[in-house]
Protein backbone atom coordinates (compact mmCIF):
# COMPACT_ATOMS: atom_id res chain seq x y z
CA UNK A 1 0.00 0.00 0.00
CA UNK A 2 1.04 3.52 -0.30
CA UNK A 3 3.22 5.39 2.33
CA UNK A 4 1.28 5.98 5.70
CA UNK A 5 1.69 9.54 7.49
CA UNK A 6 2.50 10.30 10.75
CA UNK A 7 -1.00 11.83 11.53
CA UNK A 8 -1.56 14.44 14.05
CA UNK A 9 -5.33 16.46 14.17
CA UNK A 10 -4.35 20.02 15.31
CA UNK A 11 -6.25 21.78 17.67
CA UNK A 12 -8.01 25.71 16.58
CA UNK A 13 -5.44 28.62 17.26
CA UNK A 14 -5.40 31.88 15.99
CA UNK A 15 -5.30 32.64 12.64
CA UNK A 16 -5.61 36.00 11.38
CA UNK A 17 -1.60 37.10 9.93
CA UNK A 18 -2.24 33.74 7.97
CA UNK A 19 -5.34 34.21 6.47
CA UNK A 20 -4.89 38.16 6.07
CA UNK A 21 -2.56 37.09 2.95
CA UNK A 22 -5.16 35.08 1.20
CA UNK A 23 -5.44 35.28 -2.09
CA UNK A 24 -8.54 36.32 -3.28
CA UNK A 25 -8.28 34.90 -6.61
CA UNK A 26 -8.59 31.12 -4.99
CA UNK A 27 -10.73 28.84 -6.56
CA UNK A 28 -13.53 27.63 -3.43
CA UNK A 29 -14.07 24.16 -3.41
CA UNK A 30 -16.91 22.38 -4.22
CA UNK A 31 -20.28 22.30 -2.01
CA UNK A 32 -20.63 19.35 0.94
CA UNK A 33 -21.72 15.68 -0.80
CA UNK A 34 -20.30 16.60 -4.56
CA UNK A 35 -18.62 13.69 -5.21
CA UNK A 36 -18.04 14.66 -8.86
CA UNK A 37 -17.31 18.00 -7.87
CA UNK A 38 -13.63 20.02 -7.31
CA UNK A 39 -10.98 19.24 -5.19
CA UNK A 40 -8.45 22.16 -4.81
CA UNK A 41 -4.61 21.59 -3.79
CA UNK A 42 -2.10 24.16 -2.75
CA UNK A 43 1.56 23.97 -3.83
CA UNK A 44 4.37 25.88 -3.48
CA UNK A 45 5.83 25.48 -7.39
CA UNK A 46 7.35 28.66 -7.43
CA UNK A 47 9.64 27.27 -10.19
CA UNK A 48 7.18 25.45 -12.26
CA UNK A 49 7.11 28.16 -14.97
CA UNK A 50 10.91 28.26 -15.27
CA UNK A 51 10.51 25.01 -17.85
CA UNK A 52 10.22 22.36 -14.90
CA UNK A 53 6.72 20.99 -16.18
CA UNK A 54 8.43 17.77 -17.74
CA UNK A 55 9.40 15.19 -14.90
CA UNK A 56 11.49 13.54 -17.74
CA UNK A 57 13.96 16.40 -18.07
CA UNK A 58 13.70 18.47 -14.94
CA UNK A 59 15.45 18.32 -11.58
CA UNK A 60 13.09 19.51 -8.90
CA UNK A 61 10.51 17.70 -7.13
CA UNK A 62 7.16 19.42 -7.77
CA UNK A 63 7.90 18.34 -11.07
CA UNK A 64 6.92 14.96 -10.45
CA UNK A 65 4.79 15.83 -7.57
CA UNK A 66 2.25 16.98 -9.93
CA UNK A 67 2.62 15.55 -13.30
CA UNK A 68 2.21 11.95 -11.68
CA UNK A 69 -1.63 13.17 -12.19
CA UNK A 70 -0.98 12.05 -15.91
CA UNK A 71 2.09 10.18 -15.99
CA UNK A 72 1.64 6.69 -14.99
CA UNK A 73 5.02 3.64 -14.68
CA UNK A 74 5.72 0.60 -15.22
CA UNK A 75 5.66 -0.68 -11.74
CA UNK A 76 4.44 0.67 -7.86
CA UNK A 77 6.29 0.90 -5.26
CA UNK A 78 4.72 -0.14 -1.74
CA UNK A 79 5.67 1.07 1.33
CA UNK A 80 7.60 -1.93 2.32
CA UNK A 81 9.94 -1.04 -0.68
CA UNK A 82 8.03 -3.87 -2.64
CA UNK A 83 7.32 -3.69 -6.38
CA UNK A 84 3.76 -4.31 -8.13
CA UNK A 85 2.31 -4.50 -11.32
CA UNK A 86 1.06 -0.97 -12.95
CA UNK A 87 1.28 -0.52 -16.56
CA UNK A 88 3.58 -3.79 -16.62
CA UNK A 89 1.18 -6.79 -15.74
CA UNK A 90 4.86 -8.74 -15.15
CA UNK A 91 8.72 -8.65 -15.96
CA UNK A 92 11.29 -11.15 -15.54
CA UNK A 93 15.25 -9.67 -14.81
CA UNK A 94 17.92 -11.38 -16.15
CA UNK A 95 20.56 -13.86 -14.53
CA UNK A 96 23.20 -10.88 -14.90
CA UNK A 97 20.65 -8.20 -14.15
CA UNK A 98 21.63 -6.52 -17.42
CA UNK A 99 18.11 -6.84 -19.44
CA UNK A 100 14.44 -6.31 -17.74
CA UNK A 101 11.51 -7.65 -19.87
CA UNK A 102 8.07 -6.17 -19.31
CA UNK A 103 5.09 -7.47 -20.15
CA UNK A 104 2.57 -4.55 -20.68
CA UNK A 105 -1.31 -4.24 -20.17
CA UNK A 106 -2.79 -4.56 -23.49
CA UNK A 107 -6.33 -2.31 -22.27
CA UNK A 108 -4.14 0.91 -21.63
CA UNK A 109 -4.45 4.02 -23.58
CA UNK A 110 -3.10 7.65 -23.78
CA UNK A 111 -5.59 10.38 -22.78
CA UNK A 112 -5.48 11.77 -27.21
CA UNK A 113 -6.35 7.85 -27.80
CA UNK A 114 -2.89 6.77 -28.70
CA UNK A 115 -2.26 3.08 -27.32
CA UNK A 116 0.38 2.65 -24.56
CA UNK A 117 2.46 -0.46 -25.74
CA UNK A 118 6.46 -1.33 -26.39
CA UNK A 119 6.57 1.09 -29.22
CA UNK A 120 5.55 3.72 -26.52
CA UNK A 121 7.69 2.70 -23.75
CA UNK A 122 10.80 2.46 -26.11
CA UNK A 123 9.56 6.05 -27.78
CA UNK A 124 10.16 7.64 -24.26
CA UNK A 125 13.06 6.11 -22.74
CA UNK A 126 15.14 6.72 -25.98
CA UNK A 127 13.77 10.25 -26.01
CA UNK A 128 15.27 10.27 -21.88
CA UNK A 129 18.61 9.59 -22.81
CA UNK A 130 18.74 11.47 -26.16
CA UNK A 131 21.26 14.13 -25.70
CA UNK A 132 19.19 16.81 -27.62
CA UNK A 133 16.57 16.08 -24.46
CA UNK A 134 19.24 17.69 -22.37
CA UNK A 135 17.51 15.40 -19.61
CA UNK A 136 20.01 15.04 -16.37
CA UNK A 137 17.82 13.11 -13.39
CA UNK A 138 15.44 10.66 -15.37
CA UNK A 139 18.81 10.18 -17.72
CA UNK A 140 20.54 9.18 -14.90
CA UNK A 141 17.85 7.13 -13.18
CA UNK A 142 17.74 5.26 -16.66
CA UNK A 143 21.42 4.52 -16.40
CA UNK A 144 22.96 7.01 -17.84
CA UNK A 145 25.91 5.80 -20.22
CA UNK A 146 25.23 1.91 -18.91
CA UNK A 147 21.13 1.96 -20.87
CA UNK A 148 22.16 0.13 -24.28
CA UNK A 149 18.84 0.54 -25.31
CA UNK A 150 15.03 -0.62 -25.63
CA UNK A 151 14.25 -3.50 -27.51
CA UNK A 152 10.29 -4.13 -28.80
CA UNK A 153 9.61 -7.96 -28.58
CA UNK A 154 5.79 -7.87 -29.75
CA UNK A 155 3.29 -5.22 -29.40
CA UNK A 156 3.31 -6.17 -25.61
CA UNK A 157 6.41 -6.71 -24.42
CA UNK A 158 9.43 -4.91 -24.00
CA UNK A 159 12.86 -5.14 -23.04
CA UNK A 160 15.51 -2.83 -21.66
CA UNK A 161 19.06 -3.60 -21.96
CA UNK A 162 21.93 -2.09 -19.78
CA UNK A 163 25.63 -2.51 -20.63
CA UNK A 164 26.14 -3.88 -17.08
CA UNK A 165 24.20 -4.90 -14.31
CA UNK A 166 22.12 -2.05 -12.67
CA UNK A 167 19.93 -3.29 -9.64
CA UNK A 168 18.14 0.40 -8.99
CA UNK A 169 16.52 -0.09 -12.27
CA UNK A 170 13.01 -1.20 -10.72
CA UNK A 171 12.62 1.50 -8.39
CA UNK A 172 13.70 4.32 -11.00
CA UNK A 173 10.93 2.92 -13.31
CA UNK A 174 8.43 3.37 -10.35
CA UNK A 175 9.04 7.14 -10.71
CA UNK A 176 6.79 9.62 -12.76
CA UNK A 177 10.53 10.62 -13.88
CA UNK A 178 10.47 7.79 -15.80
CA UNK A 179 6.19 7.90 -17.03
CA UNK A 180 5.28 7.69 -20.07
CA UNK A 181 3.89 10.53 -22.78
CA UNK A 182 1.88 9.96 -25.56
CA UNK A 183 3.96 8.80 -28.57
CA UNK A 184 2.38 11.44 -30.85
CA UNK A 185 3.20 14.15 -28.48
CA UNK A 186 7.07 13.28 -28.32
CA UNK A 187 6.69 13.61 -32.32
CA UNK A 188 5.00 16.41 -32.21
CA UNK A 189 5.68 18.49 -29.62
CA UNK A 190 8.64 17.30 -27.13
CA UNK A 191 10.34 20.76 -27.53
CA UNK A 192 6.82 22.07 -25.55
CA UNK A 193 7.12 19.31 -22.83
CA UNK A 194 9.24 21.91 -20.81
CA UNK A 195 6.70 24.65 -20.41
CA UNK A 196 3.68 22.34 -20.33
CA UNK A 197 0.48 22.70 -20.73
CA UNK A 198 -3.33 20.99 -22.06
CA UNK A 199 -2.16 18.66 -25.02
CA UNK A 200 1.08 19.06 -24.46
CA UNK A 201 1.60 16.93 -21.02
CA UNK A 202 -0.69 14.02 -22.27
CA UNK A 203 -0.17 10.70 -20.73
CA UNK A 204 -1.94 7.49 -19.40
CA UNK A 205 -3.09 8.82 -15.89
CA UNK A 206 -5.97 9.33 -14.01
CA UNK A 207 -6.42 13.18 -14.74
CA UNK A 208 -6.14 15.01 -17.93
CA UNK A 209 -4.35 18.54 -18.40
CA UNK A 210 -6.88 20.66 -19.25
CA UNK A 211 -5.47 24.37 -17.84
CA UNK A 212 -2.22 26.00 -17.44
CA UNK A 213 -1.53 28.99 -16.14
CA UNK A 214 2.18 29.93 -15.22
CA UNK A 215 2.60 30.72 -11.85
CA UNK A 216 -1.27 30.71 -11.29
CA UNK A 217 -2.58 27.47 -11.56
CA UNK A 218 -3.07 23.85 -12.85
CA UNK A 219 -6.23 22.27 -13.73
CA UNK A 220 -6.29 18.47 -14.12
CA UNK A 221 -9.80 17.16 -15.37
CA UNK A 222 -10.51 13.32 -14.81
CA UNK A 223 -10.11 10.91 -17.12
CA UNK A 224 -13.16 8.79 -17.26
CA UNK A 225 -11.81 5.94 -19.00
CA UNK A 226 -9.11 5.13 -16.55
CA UNK A 227 -9.27 1.85 -15.12
CA UNK A 228 -5.33 0.73 -14.55
CA UNK A 229 -4.14 2.40 -10.93
CA UNK A 230 -1.44 0.37 -8.96
CA UNK A 231 -4.10 -1.24 -6.90
CA UNK A 232 -6.55 -2.03 -9.54
CA UNK A 233 -8.09 1.86 -9.19
CA UNK A 234 -10.81 3.33 -11.62
CA UNK A 235 -11.38 6.75 -12.47
CA UNK A 236 -11.13 9.04 -9.89
CA UNK A 237 -14.95 9.93 -8.10
CA UNK A 238 -13.99 13.89 -8.37
CA UNK A 239 -13.81 15.67 -11.58
CA UNK A 240 -11.32 17.95 -10.93
CA UNK A 241 -7.86 18.44 -9.71
CA UNK A 242 -7.23 22.26 -9.34
CA UNK A 243 -3.47 23.40 -8.84
CA UNK A 244 -2.63 26.46 -7.12
CA UNK A 245 0.52 27.25 -6.97
CA UNK A 246 1.14 29.84 -4.18
CA UNK A 247 4.67 30.37 -3.41
CA UNK A 248 4.50 31.58 0.06
CA UNK A 249 3.62 28.75 3.13
CA UNK A 250 1.36 31.67 4.67
CA UNK A 251 -0.78 31.71 1.75
CA UNK A 252 -1.19 27.99 1.77
CA UNK A 253 -1.91 27.69 5.39
CA UNK A 254 -4.49 30.57 5.12
CA UNK A 255 -5.82 29.00 2.40
CA UNK A 256 -6.35 25.48 3.81
CA UNK A 257 -7.34 26.84 7.24
CA UNK A 258 -9.84 29.27 5.60
CA UNK A 259 -11.48 26.25 3.17
CA UNK A 260 -10.53 27.70 0.22
CA UNK A 261 -8.30 24.85 -0.41
CA UNK A 262 -8.83 21.34 0.56
CA UNK A 263 -5.18 20.50 0.95
CA UNK A 264 -1.85 22.06 0.93
CA UNK A 265 1.52 20.89 0.61
CA UNK A 266 5.27 21.98 1.89
CA UNK A 267 3.94 23.31 5.25
CA UNK A 268 6.88 24.42 7.32
CA UNK A 269 6.51 22.89 11.30
CA UNK A 270 6.06 26.51 12.36
CA UNK A 271 2.82 27.14 10.85
CA UNK A 272 1.99 23.24 10.88
CA UNK A 273 0.97 23.51 14.72
CA UNK A 274 -1.10 25.87 14.58
CA UNK A 275 -3.36 25.10 11.80
CA UNK A 276 -7.28 25.07 13.54
CA UNK A 277 -9.74 22.93 14.53
CA UNK A 278 -10.27 19.76 11.83
CA UNK A 279 -7.37 20.24 10.19
CA UNK A 280 -5.00 17.31 9.97
CA UNK A 281 -1.73 17.35 9.50
CA UNK A 282 0.49 14.31 7.42
CA UNK A 283 3.72 14.11 7.86
CA UNK A 284 6.25 11.63 5.86
CA UNK A 285 10.18 12.06 6.43
CA UNK A 286 11.92 12.31 2.65
CA UNK A 287 13.91 9.28 1.69
CA UNK A 288 17.29 10.11 0.43
CA UNK A 289 20.03 12.77 0.81
CA UNK A 290 18.90 15.93 3.46
CA UNK A 291 19.09 19.33 3.24
CA UNK A 292 22.98 19.72 2.55
CA UNK A 293 25.78 22.37 2.22
CA UNK A 294 28.01 21.14 -0.97
CA UNK A 295 31.27 22.42 -0.70
CA UNK A 296 33.30 23.33 -4.14
CA UNK A 297 36.31 21.65 -3.55
CA UNK A 298 38.07 22.58 -6.72
CA UNK A 299 37.29 26.05 -6.09
CA UNK A 300 38.66 28.49 -3.21
CA UNK A 301 39.55 27.55 0.24
CA UNK A 302 37.46 24.32 -0.07
CA UNK A 303 40.48 22.62 -1.75
CA UNK A 304 41.79 22.17 1.56
CA UNK A 305 40.38 19.19 3.67
CA UNK A 306 40.95 20.97 6.97
CA UNK A 307 39.04 24.23 5.93
CA UNK A 308 35.88 21.89 4.81
CA UNK A 309 36.11 19.90 8.15
CA UNK A 310 36.65 23.01 10.18
CA UNK A 311 33.54 24.40 8.35
CA UNK A 312 31.18 21.47 9.37
CA UNK A 313 32.48 21.41 13.05
CA UNK A 314 32.05 25.18 13.43
CA UNK A 315 28.11 24.76 12.97
CA UNK A 316 26.15 24.63 15.98
CA UNK A 317 23.53 22.73 13.97
CA UNK A 318 21.82 20.72 16.40
CA UNK A 319 20.42 23.73 18.16
CA UNK A 320 19.38 25.40 14.99
CA UNK A 321 17.47 23.13 13.61
CA UNK A 322 15.96 22.59 16.95
CA UNK A 323 14.86 25.75 17.38
CA UNK A 324 13.74 26.58 13.90
CA UNK A 325 12.10 23.33 12.95
CA UNK A 326 10.12 22.56 16.59
CA UNK A 327 12.09 19.37 16.53
CA UNK A 328 9.85 18.13 14.11
CA UNK A 329 12.78 17.58 11.15
CA UNK A 330 15.64 15.57 12.90
CA UNK A 331 19.11 16.62 12.33
CA UNK A 332 20.81 14.60 9.63
CA UNK A 333 24.52 12.57 10.35
CA UNK A 334 25.06 11.27 7.30
CA UNK A 335 24.12 12.08 3.34
CA UNK A 336 21.02 9.65 3.69
CA UNK A 337 18.24 9.66 5.50
CA UNK A 338 17.29 7.66 8.40
CA UNK A 339 14.24 6.27 6.39
CA UNK A 340 17.05 5.41 3.00
CA UNK A 341 17.74 1.70 2.63
CA UNK A 342 21.05 1.43 3.59
CA UNK A 343 21.59 4.56 6.33
CA UNK A 344 24.63 4.27 8.31
CA UNK A 345 23.16 5.25 11.97
CA UNK A 346 26.75 4.73 13.14
CA UNK A 347 27.47 8.63 12.18
CA UNK A 348 25.07 9.18 14.70
CA UNK A 349 27.04 11.74 17.12
CA UNK A 350 30.34 11.21 15.14
CA UNK A 351 30.61 15.00 14.54
CA UNK A 352 29.16 16.99 16.82
CA UNK A 353 29.31 21.31 17.09
CA UNK A 354 33.29 21.63 18.44
CA UNK A 355 34.25 25.57 17.54
CA UNK A 356 37.30 24.79 19.71
CA UNK A 357 37.99 21.37 17.23
CA UNK A 358 37.38 23.97 13.91
CA UNK A 359 39.88 26.58 15.21
CA UNK A 360 42.35 24.19 15.66
CA UNK A 361 42.07 22.72 12.48
CA UNK A 362 41.45 26.40 10.93
CA UNK A 363 45.30 27.05 12.77
CA UNK A 364 46.81 24.20 11.59
CA UNK A 365 45.50 25.12 7.58
CA UNK A 366 46.99 28.65 8.62
CA UNK A 367 44.79 30.89 8.82
CA UNK A 368 45.89 32.67 11.63
CA UNK A 369 45.88 36.32 11.43
CA UNK A 370 42.48 38.20 11.96
CA UNK A 371 41.68 41.14 10.38
CA UNK A 372 39.47 44.06 11.86
CA UNK A 373 35.96 42.51 11.68
CA UNK A 374 37.79 39.30 13.18
CA UNK A 375 37.90 37.34 9.92
CA UNK A 376 40.59 35.04 9.70
CA UNK A 377 43.32 35.78 7.17
CA UNK A 378 45.91 33.98 5.55
CA UNK A 379 48.52 35.38 2.80
CA UNK A 380 46.30 38.55 2.48
CA UNK A 381 43.31 36.83 1.84
CA UNK A 382 39.93 37.15 4.17
CA UNK A 383 38.58 33.07 5.14
CA UNK A 384 35.76 34.22 3.18
CA UNK A 385 32.63 32.29 0.66
CA UNK A 386 29.93 32.84 -1.31
CA UNK A 387 26.96 30.46 -1.00
CA UNK A 388 24.29 31.17 -3.71
CA UNK A 389 20.87 29.51 -3.37
CA UNK A 390 18.31 29.13 -5.48
CA UNK A 391 15.47 31.56 -5.15
CA UNK A 392 12.84 31.80 -3.51
CA UNK A 393 14.24 30.51 -0.31
CA UNK A 394 11.92 29.49 2.39
CA UNK A 395 11.88 31.69 5.73
CA UNK A 396 13.22 28.65 7.73
CA UNK A 397 15.65 28.23 5.43
CA UNK A 398 16.72 32.09 5.49
CA UNK A 399 16.71 32.06 9.02
CA UNK A 400 19.19 28.70 8.72
CA UNK A 401 21.51 30.25 6.88
CA UNK A 402 21.63 33.11 8.85
CA UNK A 403 22.13 31.20 12.04
CA UNK A 404 25.25 29.33 10.19
CA UNK A 405 26.55 32.17 9.26
CA UNK A 406 26.81 33.74 12.66
CA UNK A 407 28.04 30.06 13.86
CA UNK A 408 31.30 30.36 11.47
CA UNK A 409 31.63 34.33 12.29
CA UNK A 410 31.93 32.97 15.87
CA UNK A 411 35.06 30.83 14.46
CA UNK A 412 36.24 33.74 12.20
CA UNK A 413 34.83 32.51 8.89
CA UNK A 414 32.68 34.65 6.85
CA UNK A 415 30.05 33.34 4.44
CA UNK A 416 28.03 35.63 2.39
CA UNK A 417 25.01 34.43 1.13
CA UNK A 418 23.52 35.49 -2.58
CA UNK A 419 20.49 34.58 -3.02
CA UNK A 420 19.68 34.11 -6.84
CA UNK A 421 17.40 33.84 -9.65
CA UNK A 422 17.61 30.74 -12.11
CA UNK A 423 19.40 32.22 -14.84
CA UNK A 424 21.90 33.98 -12.14
CA UNK A 425 22.48 30.66 -10.25
CA UNK A 426 22.63 28.82 -13.45
CA UNK A 427 25.36 31.04 -15.00
CA UNK A 428 27.50 30.30 -11.71
CA UNK A 429 26.39 26.34 -11.06
CA UNK A 430 27.00 25.54 -14.63
CA UNK A 431 30.88 26.45 -14.68
CA UNK A 432 30.85 25.81 -10.80
CA UNK A 433 32.58 29.47 -9.75
CA UNK A 434 30.87 29.77 -6.42
CA UNK A 435 32.26 28.39 -2.79
CA UNK A 436 28.92 26.52 -1.90
CA UNK A 437 25.47 26.15 -2.52
CA UNK A 438 21.99 23.98 -1.25
CA UNK A 439 19.52 21.27 -1.36
CA UNK A 440 18.12 18.32 -0.82
CA UNK A 441 17.63 15.01 -2.92
CA UNK A 442 15.04 12.98 -2.42
CA UNK A 443 15.24 8.93 -3.43
CA UNK A 444 14.47 5.54 -2.31
CA UNK A 445 17.22 4.16 -3.48
CA UNK A 446 21.11 5.11 -2.19
CA UNK A 447 21.74 5.30 -6.15
CA UNK A 448 20.78 8.54 -6.01
CA UNK A 449 24.73 9.03 -4.32
CA UNK A 450 26.50 8.06 -7.80
CA UNK A 451 24.80 11.76 -8.92
CA UNK A 452 26.41 13.72 -6.35
CA UNK A 453 29.76 12.20 -5.77
CA UNK A 454 30.97 10.05 -8.81
CA UNK A 455 33.19 12.00 -10.44
CA UNK A 456 30.77 12.01 -14.07
CA UNK A 457 27.64 12.69 -11.50
CA UNK A 458 24.94 14.72 -13.09
CA UNK A 459 24.79 16.73 -9.60
CA UNK A 460 28.38 17.01 -8.34
CA UNK A 461 28.36 20.28 -6.92
CA UNK A 462 31.37 19.53 -5.09
CA UNK A 463 33.30 18.43 -7.43
CA UNK A 464 34.61 15.31 -6.08
CA UNK A 465 36.83 13.23 -8.60
CA UNK A 466 37.97 10.44 -6.41
CA UNK A 467 38.96 7.04 -8.24
CA UNK A 468 38.36 4.90 -5.04
CA UNK A 469 34.69 6.98 -4.45
CA UNK A 470 33.83 5.98 -8.28
CA UNK A 471 34.59 2.51 -8.06
CA UNK A 472 32.30 1.98 -4.75
CA UNK A 473 29.57 3.63 -6.52
CA UNK A 474 30.11 1.68 -9.62
CA UNK A 475 29.73 -1.87 -7.55
CA UNK A 476 26.97 -0.92 -5.71
CA UNK A 477 25.18 0.23 -8.84
CA UNK A 478 25.70 -3.10 -10.27
CA UNK A 479 25.16 -5.51 -7.16
CA UNK A 480 21.83 -7.36 -6.69
CA UNK A 481 23.04 -8.37 -3.09
CA UNK A 482 21.17 -5.94 -0.77
CA UNK A 483 23.49 -6.83 2.07
CA UNK A 484 26.84 -5.83 -0.58
CA UNK A 485 24.61 -2.75 -1.52
CA UNK A 486 24.38 -1.53 2.17
CA UNK A 487 27.86 -2.08 2.97
CA UNK A 488 29.26 -0.30 0.16
CA UNK A 489 27.09 2.72 0.85
CA UNK A 490 28.54 2.54 4.51
CA UNK A 491 31.73 2.99 3.10
CA UNK A 492 30.52 5.95 1.26
CA UNK A 493 28.79 7.66 3.57
CA UNK A 494 31.51 7.48 6.04
CA UNK A 495 34.22 8.41 3.53
CA UNK A 496 31.92 11.94 3.19
CA UNK A 497 31.76 12.50 7.01
CA UNK A 498 35.99 12.41 6.88
CA UNK A 499 36.34 14.14 3.79
CA UNK A 500 33.75 16.59 4.11
CA UNK A 501 32.14 16.99 0.21
CA UNK A 502 28.54 17.19 1.78
CA UNK A 503 27.41 18.68 4.91
CA UNK A 504 24.36 17.60 5.67
CA UNK A 505 21.98 19.52 7.96
CA UNK A 506 18.59 17.82 8.36
CA UNK A 507 16.35 15.42 7.13
CA UNK A 508 12.99 17.01 6.68
CA UNK A 509 9.36 15.72 5.71
CA UNK A 510 6.59 16.76 3.29
CA UNK A 511 3.91 17.82 5.22
CA UNK A 512 0.53 18.22 3.88
CA UNK A 513 -2.43 20.01 5.70
CA UNK A 514 -5.76 18.56 4.86
CA UNK A 515 -9.23 19.53 5.23
CA UNK A 516 -12.31 17.94 6.47
CA UNK A 517 -13.65 17.75 2.89
CA UNK A 518 -11.17 15.04 1.58
CA UNK A 519 -11.18 11.59 2.59
CA UNK A 520 -9.44 8.56 0.80
CA UNK A 521 -5.92 10.17 0.23
CA UNK A 522 -2.96 8.79 -0.11
CA UNK A 523 0.81 9.28 -0.19
CA UNK A 524 3.86 7.47 -2.15
CA UNK A 525 7.01 6.74 -0.38
CA UNK A 526 7.86 10.41 -1.07
CA UNK A 527 5.08 11.44 0.95
CA UNK A 528 3.33 13.07 -2.59
CA UNK A 529 -0.60 12.96 -2.58
CA UNK A 530 -2.07 10.47 -4.11
CA UNK A 531 -5.47 11.19 -5.49
CA UNK A 532 -6.89 8.13 -6.57
CA UNK A 533 -9.57 7.19 -3.67
CA UNK A 534 -10.29 10.34 -2.80
CA UNK A 535 -13.65 11.38 -2.27
CA UNK A 536 -14.69 15.05 -1.45
CA UNK A 537 -17.71 16.34 1.04
Not at 70 to 94: C, M, N, R, Y
Not at 251 to 258: A, I, K, L, Q, W
Not at 400 to 422: H, T
Amino acid sequence: MPAKPVRRLLPFAAIAAATALVLSACAAPASEGDSDGEVVWSIEGANLSASHMDPQTSQLDVSGMVQRAVLDSLVFQEADGTFVPWLAKDWEISDDGTEYTFLLRDDVTFTDGEPFDAAAVKANFDRIVDPDTASKQAAGMLGADFYKGTEVIDDHTVKVVFTQPYAPFLQAASTPQLGFYSPAVLEKSADKLKAGGPDINVGTGPFVLTEYTPDQEIVYTRNDDYAWGPHGEKAPKFETLRVEIQPEASVRTGVVTSGESDLASNIPPNLAKDLGDGITVDSIEYPGLPYSLYLNEKYGVFADEKVRQAFARGIDIDAAVEEIYFGQFPRAWSILGSTTPGYDAALEGSWPFDPDAANALLDEAGWTERDTDGIRMKDGKRLSVRWIAWTPVPDDRAALGNAIQSDLKGIGFEVVREVLEPGAYNAQYEPKTFDLTDWGFSGVDPDLLRAHLHTDGFQNASQVSDPEMDALLEKAFASSDQEERDALYTQVQQWNAEHTAIVPLYSPSAITAVGERVDGLQYDLYGRPLFYDVTVG
